[in-house]
């Protein structure tokens, strides 16, 4: 008996590789000991256990109990490596995106330890919050499951989380509630860029809450706790000092009198004016991270130098210049 070889059964039959080819699968390392190991492609995973393929083109998966190896190293895809470039980069809507659509297709892995899934929504989380996008960065924790977070394993990850609820308090201006949360993260031991966070934070608090010259402090540990790194924060805080420096009616009349006989060098409008003209100096320099001093804070680099030739003060209406000492000793 002949076999029919019909259109339907070759459709199926060119359908097969290609359904075989769209499988998800991610290619591993499972650690038994420091001389046993076995590459794997795993193609899902619990809590419990591990489904997974012994090469790459498998056909048969076998399944291990998730404590059988002493651990699961998961290889990184390239489109979470071009992800973590395009961060790096501080091109952080691109990364946004890239990271999105690494969550999503890693997703079935969530209960790994470090799983590409969970860490992908990690950073898409952070390029929200480097981006100042708060509303959308609070929407973004929701999905973030507690599988993700148990997935985690560097510290600095999990303290970066437990930072969003600071975050959050911006996000509504809750400053009294943002200045306690703020100044109890200043006495842990976190990184830089971490401080850098909780510096800005306890400023934006402070100016909440009407008190210019600790904000100006607080905005200082923004600026300088991560070495200038954190650029986004290190750039608003800076801006947000400028601002204040120039809002304040000491530094007003510093201004005013500069240059005058009136002017009184050890006032503390005159410190201050110094301090604010030493620092848009420095936002030129480096704080701004290339982007050029608001025209509104330029007039501050006059005063940075108080040894340069001040402004003689005008003279009144027919009085007579002074004569110099010397010459008249030399006549």
């Given at each position: 008996?002949k076999?029919?070889?019909t259109?339907?059964?070759a459709?199926?039959?060119m359908a097969?590789?290609?359904?075989?080819a769209?499988?998800?699968?991610?290619?591993?390392?499972?650690?038994f000991?420091d001389?046993?190991?076995?590459?794997?492609?795993?193609?899902d995973a619990n809590?419990?256990?591990?489904?997974?393929?012994e090469?790459?083109?498998?056909?048969d998966s076998?399944k291990?109990?998730?404590?059988?190896?002493q651990?699961?190293?998961?290889?990184?895809?390239p489109?979470?490596?071009?992800?973590?470039?395009?961060?790096q980069g501080?091109?952080?809507?691109?990364?946004?995106?890239?990271?999105?659509?690494?969550?999503?297709k890693?997703?079935?892995?969530?209960?790994?330890?470090?799983?590409h899934?969970?860490?992908?929504?990690?950073?898409e989380?952070e390029c929200?919050?480097?981006l100042?996008?708060?509303?959308e960065?609070?929407e973004?924790?929701?999905?973030?499951l507690?599988?993700?977070r148990?997935s985690l394993?560097?510290e600095?990850?999990?303290?970066?989380?437990?930072?969003?609820?600071?975050?959050?308090?911006?996000?509504v201006?809750?400053?009294?509630?943002l200045?306690?949360?703020?100044?109890?993260?200043?006495?842990?031991?976190i990184?830089?860029y971490?401080r850098?966070?909780?510096?800005?934070?306890?400023?934006?608090?402070?100016?909440?809450?009407?008190r210019p010259i600790?904000?100006?402090?607080?905005?200082n540990?923004?600026?300088?706790a991560?070495?200038?790194?954190?650029?986004?924060?290190?750039?608003?805080?800076?801006?947000?000092?400028?601002?204040?420096y120039?809002?304040?009616?000491?530094?007003?009349?510093?201004?005013?009198?500069?240059g005058?006989?009136?002017?009184?060098?050890?006032?503390?409008?005159?410190?201050?004016?110094?301090e604010?003209?030493?620092l848009?100096s420095?936002?030129?320099l480096?704080l701004?991270?290339?982007?050029?001093?608001?025209?509104?804070?330029?007039?501050?680099?006059?005063?940075?130098?108080?040894?340069?030739?001040?402004?003689?003060?005008?003279?009144?209406e027919?009085?007579?210049?002074?004569e110099?000492?010397?010459?008249?000793?030399d006549?």
């Amino acid at each position: 008996m002949k076999s029919r070889f019909t259109p339907a059964l070759a459709a199926i039959l060119m359908a097969l590789p290609a359904a075989h080819a769209q499988r998800f699968q991610q290619e591993a390392m499972l650690v038994f000991s420091d001389a046993d190991y076995e590459r794997v492609w795993i193609a899902d995973a619990n809590k419990a256990s591990i489904l997974y393929f012994e090469t790459e083109q498998g056909v048969d998966s076998k399944k291990m109990s998730i404590s059988e190896p002493q651990s699961i190293w998961l290889m990184e895809p390239p489109e979470y490596t071009e992800a973590m470039e395009l961060y790096q980069g501080r091109k952080y809507e691109e990364a946004r995106e890239k990271f999105a659509t690494v969550r999503e297709k890693y997703k079935k892995l969530i209960t790994l330890p470090d799983n590409h899934s969970s860490l992908a929504a990690f950073y898409e989380m952070e390029c929200l919050r480097k981006l100042g996008m708060l509303d959308e960065l609070a929407e973004a924790e929701k999905t973030f499951l507690p599988d993700d977070r148990n997935s985690l394993t560097r510290e600095h990850h999990l303290k970066q989380l437990d930072l969003y609820t600071m975050w959050e308090a911006v996000r509504v201006k809750e400053w009294p509630r943002l200045e306690l949360m703020a100044k109890e993260w200043l006495e842990k031991n976190i990184p830089g860029y971490q401080r850098a966070q909780v510096g800005y934070c306890l400023g934006l608090s402070l100016e909440g809450q009407k008190r210019p010259i600790e904000a100006i402090n607080a905005y200082n540990i923004g600026m300088t706790a991560d070495t200038g790194a954190s650029e986004r924060i290190t750039s608003e805080s800076a801006l947000n000092a400028l601002r204040l420096y120039q809002e304040d009616e000491t530094v007003k009349l510093a201004v005013k009198l500069y240059g005058t006989p009136d002017e009184d060098p050890d006032s503390s409008g005159m410190l201050k004016l110094r301090e604010a003209a030493s620092l848009a100096s420095l936002y030129e320099l480096t704080l701004g991270g290339g982007q050029p001093l608001p025209a509104s804070a330029k007039g501050l680099l006059k005063y940075k130098d108080d040894s340069k030739p001040k402004p003689a003060p005008e003279k009144e209406e027919g009085e007579k210049p002074k004569e110099d000492p010397k010459k008249k000793k030399d006549k």
